[in-house]
């Protein structure tokens, strides 16, 4: 993700946080900054306490995700539920959709570490529902990740044509996958 979509979706983020208190939102802003940076412990530290002033969605989104980035399958998925779950309950957040993109993308994606491989095609798919003006790069993983799943569930074929999209979408690596394992 480039600098200037970092800043934009921070941008986004703080409008929807408009109704939440200025501490909360600027908690979970600086947790996605961090994210931005790598810097991922910190950002859980930042999520947590937005999550614990007022249990905001995105909070749980980005915690969900930072997790997700260290390695913690499972707890993500468990704040990534409760992200969809406070995002589908909230009449906020039904216009924005890169919030459920993200969180079904990240759920997805740890549904696969821990080799739930239906799971993480379903959750996938989910995230492709949302699509919308996404960056190319944003959007890769969920079809190289779908195709993987895919792969390790005997159908290859469409393994195969996920990582054509996904190539097409600018991950250099799906064409490795497609000599390897299509040809």
């Known amino acids: 993700m480039t600098m200037k979509k970092g800043l934009l979706v921070i941008a986004m983020v703080l409008l929807a946080l408009n109704s939440y208190s200025q501490t909360s939102g600027k908690y979970t802003s600086d947790g996605l900054f961090r994210i931005l940076m790598g810097n991922y412990v910190e950002a859980i530290v ?5 999550i614990n002033m007022d249990n905001n969605p995105i909070a749980y989104m980005g915690r969900g995700e930072a997790k997700y980035k260290l390695g913690d399958y499972r707890g993500a998925i468990q704040d990534l539920n409760q992200a969809i779950t406070r995002l589908n309950s909230s009449t906020k957040y039904i216009g924005d959709r890169s919030f459920f993109l993200s969180a079904y993308k990240y759920r997805g994606l740890s549904k696969y570490g821990l080799k739930n491989y239906k799971g993480a095609i379903d959750d996938l798919n989910k995230a492709l529902e949302y699509i919308q003006e996404s960056s190319d790069m944003e959007v890769y993983p969920i079809y190289s990740t779908r195709g993987l799943s895919k792969f390790a569930l005997g159908f290859k074929n469409e393994a195969c ?15 490795d996958l497609i000599r390897r394992y299509c040809n």
Do not use: M, P, R, T
Not at 46 to 50: E, Q
Not at 163 to 173: A, C, T, V
């Open 161 to 175: 044509l996920d990582w054509s999209k996904s190539g097409e979408l600018g991950n250099i690596g799906a064409y």
């Open 46 to 50: 930042d999520f947590n306490k937005a």
